[in-house]
């Protein structure tokens, strides 16, 4: 199967059934996307397909055949992307640090200069049992609103 | 551990839409039918928690001839059978016709699931709790299904004949689902999911309404049109007692992990009264 993945094309050979978190944990080493609840609630997973935020746990490696994948590990490449990084440091919006890579991904699919209402709405998806959130929002508005 | 369940499951993935009817035909034939797999937010979450489920699957997720965006035609709003909830968020035509569906598509899981979940895949699985479905009972969707027989289309509410059953036939495959404009005009519609959360949160009860067509989920093995309450209204009634009096008649939900039957019941009974036309002092 091809993958594009962080703007690097990769042929792999998975099962086609593979969840896609696992490959691109164990047959990419890209392990910076996390597992957490495995059942599309915590968000942890989270990785862009084609621009739009989805569970990798619940997507099978075939149904991402052909399309360019963004995770964590390719935030840095982009300008806007190492905005955010560096608001979610300046803002002290990770603590323990494992909601971190599915937050920023899922904020990378809000629009651009989003509100507050769109910011929490584009973020339901993913849980934080640290923060309360409230830093996390001031990052992502401070690097994208 | 284990090879996980995900890396053994067989997926086969069709070229086309006839390529896949032509699939499950001949799996049907064989005695072997395959699973039908869309955006797999509700087989991954089974897969994941280690139950064993059998068989092949079919991919439909590449099929877009499944998933052209909503268009008004032949007097109904059709949907692809692979229709997400983002289209139906997104879709201006969704937004003026049935906007109940956009609000109920808002609050199914978090964006990444809204991304995924298909409206074909929320009739499919055929949960009690599938949040789509109220609204499409309410607004008399039409399920088309479609064969090498050509295409039948069944109303939604007569498309489960029990808990997770479906009169599909394992050789056809949801295509569309058609929604009738004509009922809907000048109709006031209501959607209201109670559950723990306003996010993220499964059903205790659904209700939807297109005027005077009422439909609840989370009350029983199927999703449910309350008939008496709607001749109740036809005829006039304007008593909120005597239409919850009624609807005790014809919901009997049950308790599970999410809530109790009693709890439901009274939850149903007072959604009434969002209805705007009935009197709470009558």
């Known amino acids: 199967m091809k993958l594009t993945v962080n703007g690097q094309a990769h042929a792999i050979s998975a099962a086609p059934g593979k969840r896609l978190l696992d490959t691109l944990r164990e047959d990419l080493k890209l392990t910076g996307t996390k597992e957490g609840c495995g059942e599309g609630e915590c968000g942890a997973c989270t990785v862009l397909i084609d621009g739009e935020a989805v569970n990798s746990c619940l997507v099978p490696t075939c149904q991402a055949e052909g399309t360019k994948i963004l995770t964590v590990e390719g935030l840095a490449q982009n300008p806007r992307w190492r905005k955010l990084q560096k608001a979610f440091l300046e803002c002290n919006a990770a603590q323990c640090g494992i909601c971190t890579p599915g937050m920023m991904l899922s904020a990378c699919a809000l629009p651009p200069q989003p509100t507050l209402q769109q910011i929490r709405v584009g973020l339901a998806g993913n849980l934080c049992r640290c923060t309360g959130y409230v830093k996390i929002y001031d990052a992502v508005k401070k690097a994208l609103g | 551990m284990g090879q996980p369940a995900t890396d053994r499951i067989e997926i086969v993935k069709p070229q086309s839409l006839r390529h896949a009817i032509d699939w499950l035909t001949s799996a049907a034939e064989d005695g072997s039918p395959l699973t039908l797999l869309a955006g797999g937010t509700d087989i991954y979450v089974l897969l994941n928690a280690g139950v064993p489920l059998q068989g092949r699957f079919l991919d439909l997720w590449g099929l877009t001839e499944l998933r052209p965006a909503p268009v008004v035609s032949g007097g109904s709003l059709v949907f692809g059978a692979l229709t997400t909830y983002t289209d139906c968020i997104r879709s201006a035509l969704v937004q003026k016709h049935l906007p109940i569906l956009v609000q109920a598509s808002r609050e199914v899981g978090g964006v990444q699931i809204q991304n995924r979940g298909t409206l074909g895949g929320n009739i499919g699985n055929g949960s009690p709790a599938g949040d789509s479905l109220p609204v499409l009972a309410a607004a008399d969707a039409q399920v088309v299904l479609a064969s090498v027989n050509g295409e039948r289309t069944v109303p939604l509410t007569e498309f489960y004949s029990s808990y997770r059953k479906t009169v599909r036939r394992p050789y056809e495959l949801i295509v569309r689902v058609e929604v009738p404009l004509a009922p809907l005009q000048k109709q006031k519609q209501i959607f209201r999911k109670v559950g723990t959360r306003a996010a993220q949160a499964i059903s205790k009860v659904v209700m939807a309404a297109v005027g005077p067509q009422i439909a609840f989920g989370s009350v029983g093995p199927t999703v449910v049109r309350a008939r008496k309450v709607e001749a109740y209204l036809r005829e006039g009634g304007r ?31 007072n959604l009434l009264a969002e209805l705007g036309t009935l009197d709470a002092h009558k």
Do not use: C, M
């Open chain 2, 239 to 269: 008593s909120l007692a005597a239409a919850q009096r009624l609807l005790k008649q014809e919901i009997h939900p049950i308790d599970d992990v999410r809530s109790t039957g009693v709890y439901r019941l009274k939850v149903a009974q």
